[in-house]
């Protein structure tokens, strides 16, 4: 399916557009990546509304903090995220930088008005980046489901606090242990995306999964269940 909608009125940037655009939806579409080693074919689409509203859908060319230019109809989209843009998925925590050349992406916004083929982006949504955490996250229940049976260690469930290295305090039903983690352990968030131990801080609510020594817990899978931020 293509689309491609210009509304009248929508100004002089978008009116000196239609050209090029028409002479070029015809035949382009692009290539997602989805979950595993499958691909399936995306349509580009440009919208216009009579208002300056645009839907646009292609593949990133480049990307750069607050900036990102998107090859769709008619060429080479600027498309403009300001501060107030929502950034999807959540998982990139609003940070487009995450975002990599090629990614597929859909863009709602509007026309930017005395500059050409630019947009003022209020939404940008990366499904190539979705796919690949959605990815990220089975394999790392995966991983932690195969090292709790194998294992058997206990579940502890506390409060984090002095993260230093690969170690940090830890406290659950009043009593502190020192977590040391294991090489090759799984560190997550909430969502089961991996993070850098460094992340967890102070007070964030942590489930620990490894085998206690006295006050000492060799941790074999650490989740932060307060990260990201509810």
């Known amino acids: 399916m293509k689309k491609l909608t210009l509304g009248a009125g929508v100004g002089v940037a978008v009116a000196l557009l239609a050209a090029g655009i028409v002479a070029s939806a015809q035949t382009a579409t692009t290539t997602a990546p989805t979950m595993g080693t499958s691909t399936e074919t995306q349509p580009m689409i440009l919208q216009v509304n009579k208002n300056g509203k645009v839907l646009l859908r292609g593949t990133i060319a480049s990307v750069s903090s607050g900036v990102m230019t998107v090859q769709s109809w008619g060429g080479t989209w600027t498309v403009d995220i300001g501060s107030s843009a929502k950034v999807l998925p959540s998982s990139a925590g609003n940070d487009i930088t995450q975002f990599k050349a090629g990614d597929f992406v859909g863009v709602e916004g509007t026309v930017a008005e005395g500059s050409l083929w630019t947009v003022n982006a209020d939404l940008v949504r990366d499904w190539t980046y979705r796919n690949a955490v959605n990815a990220e996250v089975k394999q790392n ?90």
């Open 141 to 230: 229940v995966q991983e932690a489901r195969q090292i709790r049976n194998a294992a058997r260690p206990r579940d502890y469930v506390g409060v984090a606090s002095n993260v230093s290295g690969s170690s940090f305090t830890f406290t659950a039903h009043g009593t502190a242990y020192a977590v040391n983690v294991a090489s090759g352990a799984e560190v997550v968030n909430r969502t089961w995306v991996a993070m850098p131990l460094s992340s967890i801080q102070v007070n964030d609510n942590v489930r620990v999964w490894g085998i206690a020594s006295s006050s000492t817990i060799t941790a074999q899978i650490v989740r932060d269940v307060s990260i990201p931020a509810k």
